[in-house]
């Protein structure tokens, strides 16, 4: 009941996109995949659904290689919403076409929900970004498959098709029995949402954080030191993010007894926390170049 | 969850003291039975397992009940905490007294904190 990736490889256009890219994937889980505009999050769904042929490495899931075994692609669904063919098809004929593609597909399933949007059956080009986005997370959860890939889900969406979305991603993992991956270049989106975020940068993955864990360990703070210069002891451990005038906002990833000792021992003038968003714990690494 | 004096907070801690602090202004009654996870989870906009994660430290605090099969309750005797809660609670209640005495803060100041403090659970 997992996905395993490991050392995938993709390179187009002789660029490499994707190198020794590995993780896991579990049912009951929701996993952020967030990274800079262009970094090769789509590339990264399109490759492990083999929409994009992988150039090295292997996907296994539930320990059968997808090389070997193309059938089981169909345990993984992903929708690529730049390529939909079904652009001018009415609804009923779009869930019979999913149907045909996907062994679990539950025609039933995707009727009701299409009924809980007040969508008839219109046809999927003519409806707003708004409904054609449900559409899609509707065939998604239709599918039956036990991983679900969603590049961008939220994005240029109302708050209120927002919440829908939301609430049918909380459903689709809540029982423990199917896993969800959402590519975000927004960390807002995923705040909160993901038990974990995967963190692509250049080529490669470079974190794989479980955010819970990292937010009790980590502080912002505002602090102001009576002298002139920034300690060292908070440059050694924390993340200088701002400084304006005598305040700088720091942030720690790990505020423990000894780093908060050590700071009361300079006697700050002021030292106190803020606020913590997704955003702040990966602004040093998305800042760079 | 927006309470901005748990902001700097993980999210199921946040969640935690919402739910203590809707106990204590009574908007939850002892007895009142708590969304499922799913729900609640539905109404934060959060992540399940991070429900999850609040609901099984309230349970171990002792501040909600679960019944099999029928869901989690506020539980019946919020005073009643036992021994070892208390000593931790005041051990930690101690350790912030000293840290705000050692920087300067008046005692009265931090009596008005104190004041303040459980009053915003309150109003």
């Known amino acids: ?289 | 969850m927006d309470d901005p004096r748990f902001s700097h907070l993980a999210y199921y801690e946040r969640l935690v003291l919402e739910i203590k602090s809707q106990i204590l202004n009574g908007a939850l009654a002892v007895g009142d039975k708590l969304p499922s996870v799913r729900d609640m989870a539905k109404q934060m906009q959060l992540n399940p397992n991070t429900v999850a994660k609040a609901y099984k430290a309230l349970e171990a605090q002792q501040v909600i009940e679960v019944k099999p099969g029928l869901g989690s309750f506020v539980a019946e005797q919020l005073a009643g905490t036992d021994d070892k809660t208390l000593g931790t609670l005041q051990a930690r209640f101690q350790a912030v007294v000293v840290s705000a005495l050692t920087v300067g803060v008046p005692l009265t100041e931090l009596e008005a904190w104190l004041q303040d403090a459980a009053k915003g659970g309150i109003s």
Do not use: C
């Open chain 1, 1 to 289: 009941m997992t996905v395993v990736v490991e050392h995938l490889e993709k390179t187009i256009f002789k660029k490499p996109v994707l190198a020794d890219i590995n993780f896991t994937l579990v049912p009951g889980e929701i996993v952020g995949l967030v990274g800079r505009n262009g970094v090769g999050k789509t590339t990264m769904m399109r490759t492990l659904v083999d929409q994009y042929h992988p150039d090295g490495g292997k996907i296994l899931v539930n320990d059968a290689d997808l090389g070997q075994v193309p059938e089981r692609r169909s345990d993984l669904f992903f929708l690529d919403a730049e390529g939909i063919f079904f652009k001018h098809w009415r609804l009923t004929k779009v869930g019979q076409a999913f149907q045909a593609g996907y062994p679990d597909f539950d025609l039933a399933a995707y009727t009701q929900l299409l009924a809980r949007f007040n969508l008839k059956d219109e046809r999927y080009g003519q409806l707003s970004k708004g409904y054609q986005a449900l559409v899609r997370v509707a065939l998604a959860i239709a599918s039956n498959a036990e991983f679900i890939l969603f590049d961008e889900p939220f994005d240029g969406l109302d708050v209120i098709i927002r919440q829908q979305i939301v609430d049918l991603v909380i459903d689709l993992v809540a029982d423990g029995k199917r896993g969800v991956l959402i590519a975000s270049h927004d960390l807002r989106e995923l705040d909160g949402l993901a038990d974990r975020v995967l963190m692509l940068k250049h080529e490669h993955l470079i974190k794989d954080i479980r955010l819970e864990d990292l937010r009790q360990l980590a502080s912002k703070r505002q602090m102001v030191f009576s002298g002139k210069t920034i300690p060292e002891v908070v440059k050694a451990n924390g993340h200088i993010l701002s400084i304006q005038g005598r305040v700088a906002i720091v942030l720690f990833e790990d505020y423990n007894d000894t780093v908060k000792s050590e700071i009361e021992a300079v006697n700050p003038v002021l030292n106190e926390a803020l606020p913590l968003q997704l955003a702040d714990l990966f602004i040093s690494e998305l800042k760079e170049d």
